[in-house]
Structures are given as structure tokens and as C-alpha cells.
């Protein structure tokens, strides 16, 4: 198993223009989730996934969204990036909800000038 | 507010001590309390979890205990080695029973050989 990947692992955008980040997991997972964490800062939820075709809202959902459309896929989509999206980007999975460990992709390193 | 803190400063003890770690939490009511280890320039790695009717729980050198009248855990490292040194985070399920986790910022440990 290759657990959860994502792609690219290193971004540089220009304010304004968008870009999609890919999360794959292989573990059957039905809970997707995806973090920020900035420097020094704990993760941050932005949006997560209790199956395909559904999505909710995190912490901090502006200026994000999400799709759903197989178990193992949940791409982040940034529109129109602005510097304070400036952060390392994790998705992570579980096999079901709060009693269970989550597992975390390599990250998305992302700057935006 | 709700709030989830760890000791933002470095905690650097002697190989072969005992590592403390502490994660405190005001205004949430969690079911249950993860621990998870992350290294530079990498995903988090869940280490263990504690459910709210649980005092105490070990695995290999690690124990978890959780206090829900302190809101507190502890997480403690026994016969510590350099290969410990990370930082380690701490999350609660903010909703009791949910799956959307709160993490909090995270303690920097390094072990001195």
C-alpha cells in the first residue's frame, strides 16, 4: 500500500491564479480530511469528507473547495490564491471517525507571491 | 474560547530520562485524544489514542493518561533516545464523538545524546 499521496509536493503560484492539489489514499478509506499548518501553528481543518459525494466545511474553508467523486481521490482546489494561502498543505484519511488514527499524506509545500 | 495548548518551547532532556509532554484544553468536552509525532518536512504519524473513560494507556515506551477534569493528557517517553527527538502534536475530536479534529501547535522535543 502506498497510503496517502499527494501531488505536486512544491508550488510556487502568482496571486490570482488557481491550481489543484491531489490527495489519493489506498487504504479503502471512507474519511478524508484536508489540514494547513502554517509555521509554528497547529493544523488547521479545511474541509473534509465522510464519503464519496459528501463534503463539509472545516475551520477554515474560504477560499477553498473540494470534490468527492470516488473513495479514493479528494482534490483541494484553490481559486484565486492570495498570499495568506502561503502554507504546507497535508491530506489525511481514516478508515471511519473519531476513534480511529488518521493517516497523513507527505504534504503540499505552497507559496504564493 | 476554545482553546488546545501545548508548551510552544523546545523541551530538551538527556538520553535515557523521561520525557513529559503536556496538552491542555479549555471549552470542549472530547471523546477521545490523539498523539501524534511529526518530523521535519513530513506528515504527522499517529503514535496513540485515549477514549474519555480511559485514565491511562501504554504502548512500547510511550503512556497517554487523560485527565477530563484537569483537561489535561500527559505524554510521557520513557528511557528516552535521540531518535525520539520531534515535535509531537496533540488533537481532540472538538465535537464529542466527531471527527473533526483540533490540533494543537505542537512540542519540540530533542534528546541529547
Known amino acids: 500500500n502506498a497510503g496517502v499521496t499527494q501531488t505536486p509536493k512544491f508550488r510556487i503560484l502568482k496571486i490570482g491564479q488557481s491550481m489543484t492539489l491531489q490527495c489519493t489514499q489506498d487504504?479503502?478509506?471512507?474519511?478524508m480530511y484536508w489540514y494547513r499548518q502554517d509555521p509554528g501553528m497547529g493544523l488547521k481543518l479545511i474541509y473534509y469528507?465522510?464519503?464519496?459525494?459528501?463534503?463539509d466545511k472545516g475551520e477554515v474553508p474560504n477560499g477553498y473547495n473540494v470534490s468527492r467523486s470516488t473513495t479514493e481521490d479528494f482534490p483541494l482546489r484553490l481559486e484565486l490564491a492570495a498570499p495568506s494561502q502561503t502554507s504546507v498543505y497535508f491530506c489525511?484519511?481514516?478508515?471511519?471517525?473519531?476513534?480511529?488514527?488518521?493517516?497523513f499524506g507527505p504534504g503540499t509545500r505552497l507559496t504564493v507571491l | 474560547s476554545q482553546k488546545i495548548e501545548q508548551n510552544s518551547e523546545a523541551l530538551n532532556i538527556q538520553e535515557g530520562k523521561t520525557a513529559t509532554l503536556t496538552c491542555n484544553y479549555t471549552?470542549?468536552?472530547?471523546?477521545?485524544l490523539q498523539w501524534y509525532r511529526q518530523d521535519p518536512g513530513r506528515g504527522p504519524v499517529f503514535l496513540l489514542l485515549?477514549?474519555?473513560?480511559?485514565k491511562e494507556k501504554r504502548k512500547e515506551r510511550l503512556k497517554v493518561t487523560f485527565d477530563t477534569t484537569l483537561k489535561q493528557s500527559l505524554f510521557h517517553i520513557t528511557a528516552s533516545q535521540p531518535a525520539d527527538s520531534a515535535t509531537y502534536l496533540c488533537?481532540?475530536?472538538?465535537?464529542?464523538?466527531?471527527?473533526?479534529?483540533?490540533f494543537g501547535t505542537g512540542t519540540r522535543l530533542k534528546v541529547l545524546a
Open positions: 471549552n470542549y468536552s472530547p471523546a477521545y
Open positions: 487504504m479503502n478509506h471512507n474519511y
Open positions: 489525511a484519511s481514516s478508515y471511519s471517525g473519531s476513534h480511529n488514527e488518521q493517516f
Open positions: 469528507s465522510v464519503g464519496a459525494g459528501i463534503t
Open positions: 485515549i477514549r474519555e473513560n480511559e
Open positions: 488533537a481532540l475530536d472538538s465535537t464529542s464523538g466527531t471527527y473533526k479534529y483540533i
